[in-house]
C-alpha cells in the first residue's frame, strides 16, 4: 500500500519540523513546505537517508498563486491525506496603544490567509484520500490540522496583535469543522502554550535575545517542539472516525497564559 501523505507548512525549524520528523517515522511520506528552501532540503535529505519518505518544496504561504501551484504539483501522488497548517508566528509584543500596524498584518497573513490558501487548495485532495493505515473503512479519510495557540483562546497585554490573529486561526478552525460535517475530512486544532524553540520568541523579538530569554526565564520544563509533534502525530493517527476538535496543551508549570510559575 502506498504511504498516506502528510504536508507541513512551516516545515523548516520548530514544530514544523518537529512534526514532519514524528509523521515520516509513522509512515508518512512528509512534503516539507517552508520559505527556507535550504532548511527543507536538508531536512528532507537526512530523512530520505534514515530510509523515510520526504520531499522538500519551497514555498511562501501567503503567495497564493504560489500555493496554487503547489497543489497542482501534489497531483503526482496517489493521494494528500494530511494537511498541518503549521507556518505563523509572532511578531512584537507592544501594547495596543503602540503596535505596530504592519506586524498586526504579517501576522493576520500568515497565520490566518496562509492556513486559508493551503486548505482552499488542498481540500478537493483532502476531500478524496484514501483510508490510511489504521483508519476505519469509507471512501477518504483527510485530516486538516490547523497549529493555533493558546493565544488563540485567551489575551494577554502585549499579545493583542498575535491572540488577534490566532484567534483567526481558530475561528477558521471551528468554521471549517462546521463546514465540512457530512464530508470525509476532519478539522484538528492544536492549541498550544509556552513552547521554547530556536526562533518562536528571537523572531517576535527581532533577534533581542535578552527579550527573548525573559519569555522563558526559571521556566523548568516549557514545551519543546517534540512535545507538539507528538501529540500532532497522535492526532491525527486516530482512526478517521475520532476527531480531536481542540487540544490545549502546555508546559505544567504554565497554568494560563499569564500564570507562569518561574524559579528565581
Ligand atoms: C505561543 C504562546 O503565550 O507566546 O503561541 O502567545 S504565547
Known sequence: MAAPTAVITGASSGIGAATARRLAATGYRVVLTARRADRIEALAAELTAAGQQAVAYPLDVTDRAAVNAFAA?????????????NAGGALGADPVATADPDDWRTMYETNVL?????TQALLPALTASADHPGAGAGGGAGTVVIVSSTAGHATYEGGAGYAAAKHGAHVLAETLRLELCGTPVRVIEIAPGMVKTEEFA????????????????GVAEPLTADDVADTIGWAVTRPSHVNVDLLVLRPRAQASNSKVHRES
Open 73 to 85: 504539483s501534489l497531483n503526482a501522488y496517489p493521494s494528500i491525506d494530511v494537511l498541518v497548517n
Open 114 to 118: 496562509g492556513t486559508l490558501h493551503l
Open 202 to 217: 528571537t523572531t517576535r523579538f527581532r533577534g533581542d535575545q535578552q527579550k527573548a530569554d525573559a519569555v522563558y526565564a
